[in-house]
């Protein structure tokens, strides 16, 4: 495989010709759209069918109950466990069911593909939005833990999940040591049972980093009671802040070589956003809002409206700029070349594997990038 970025003048068929590849293959693999224009700047798989995996790694992608049947069967031959979001409880420790429809369909596509189906655990108050005063109680009463354990099992038997997944964000920091020793008891519960235990780790770059998103979660403490960890590795960019990379890889890198000072590479995986970002500008603190944006969606505004494509060499992230309506734009996103940054740090650094935040949109390239880099665990 190689990565081709599109020069002005450039055609379908004339980069056809300069790589040796199908014109046919490069539409298909890159998921152009008919009349199969292109943006100057954008970065094109190219396909020639020689694999160059090595090693083998875990892969997850986290998944509602309403992902397209389709875009589902599609990506879970990529995947070695499907985390499904979520299940949720009271202040009491009741399990709740997901909020976003049924999960049984997607637990028995993933058992037929081979791949694990994961129940991810939230503390989503009624808001939809984390809620720390949920943690709290749970975490600190016996009585309440014991309770969602058990439900937690008899559910996991019931469906057939393999797995959970501790999903806790913003955690409370004289409630730090309590949620460790929540995942300790879990995780044993788990293992007793034949299941596993991951968590989900908001992306730290030292011990003692401050904040809400930081200061309630024990890097080594948690690594060492779960089986393995994500790290969160994405939202440098988000909806509210301001224009930037998602997950620039400069600072990606320095959260796994902290983690690697915490937990062992074997338990890590690296987190991966599936998504980019529309900012409206000029960016208003407070007040701007970006629009979530699939990565192949995003090379089509910028083909639409004849934007071309820079690359950030800093952040190795793909982005553009326009204007629409009056309104100049910012956008950020993931394309081949950033994934293949991504892929070189698990490799680099021996990681377990990644996981997706989150595999609703289908981005071919990423997987036949991946399938080329990597032998899949299943």
């Known amino acids: 495989m190689e990565i081709y970025v599109v020069r002005p003048g450039d055609s379908v068929d004339s980069i056809a ?4 590849a199908g014109a046919e293959q490069i539409i298909r693999d890159n998921q152009l759209v008919y009349p199969y224009e292109l943006a100057v ?3 094109l798989l190219i396909n020639r069918y020689v694999r160059n995996a090595s090693g083998v790694i875990s892969v997850s992608g986290y998944a509602y109950p309403f992902i397209s049947p389709w875009v589902l069967e599609q990506t879970l031959p990529y995947l070695t466990e499907l985390p499904i979001f979520s299940y949720g409880f009271t202040m009491e420790g009741e399990l ?29 108050g009624p808001d939809g939005n984390f809620n720390n005063q949920l943690i709290h109680s749970v975490v600190n009463n016996d009585v309440y833990t014991d309770r969602l354990i058990q439900e937690l099992l008899e559910l996991m038997n019931l469906k057939g999940y393999q797995g959970v997944d501790i999903d806790f964000e913003y955690i409370l920091v004289q409630d730090r040591d309590a949620f460790t020793a929540f995942v300790w008891k879990v995780a044993d519960a788990m293992r007793a049972a034949g ?10 770059s030292s011990a003692d980093q401050k904040g809400l998103l930081y200061e309630g979660k024990d890097y080594r403490a948690l690594g060492e009671a779960a089986d393995h960890v994500l790290l969160m590795t994405y939202e440098w960019g988000y909806t509210y802040g301001p224009p930037m990379a998602v997950a620039p890889i400069n600072q990606v890198r320095r959260v796994v070589e902290y983690a690697l000072t915490e937990i062992p590479a074997n338990k890590v995986d690296l987190g991966i956003p599936n998504y980019g970002y529309d900012w409206p500008l000029p960016y208003q603190r407070g007040i701007t809002k970006a629009a979530t944006i699939g990565n192949v969606e995003a090379v089509r505004i910028a083909i639409r409206q004849g934007a071309e494509i820079y ?6 992230s793909p982005y553009f700029r326009y204007t629409e309506g009056g309104i100049s734009h910012e956008v950020w996103f993931e394309d081949v070349r950033s994934l293949q940054a991504k892929f070189n740090l698990i490799r680099q650094y021996a990681l377990r594997g990644c996981g997706y935040w989150q595999i609703m949109d289908w981005f071919q390239a990423n997987w036949l990038l991946l399938k080329n880099q990597f032998y899949i665990a299943k």
Do not use: C, N
């Open 17 to 20: 010709a300069q790589t040796g």
């Open 195 to 204: 299941y596993h235990t991951s968590v989900a780790l908001a992306p730290k």
């Open 311 to 316: 690359f950030d060499s800093l952040a190795e």
């Open 96 to 124: 709740l069911p997901p909020g976003y429809g049924e999960d049984e369909w997607m637990i028995a596509e993933a058992l037929r593909f081979g791949t694990l189906p994961v129940l991810t655990l939230t503390p989503f």
């Open 41 to 43: 700047g954008q970065a």
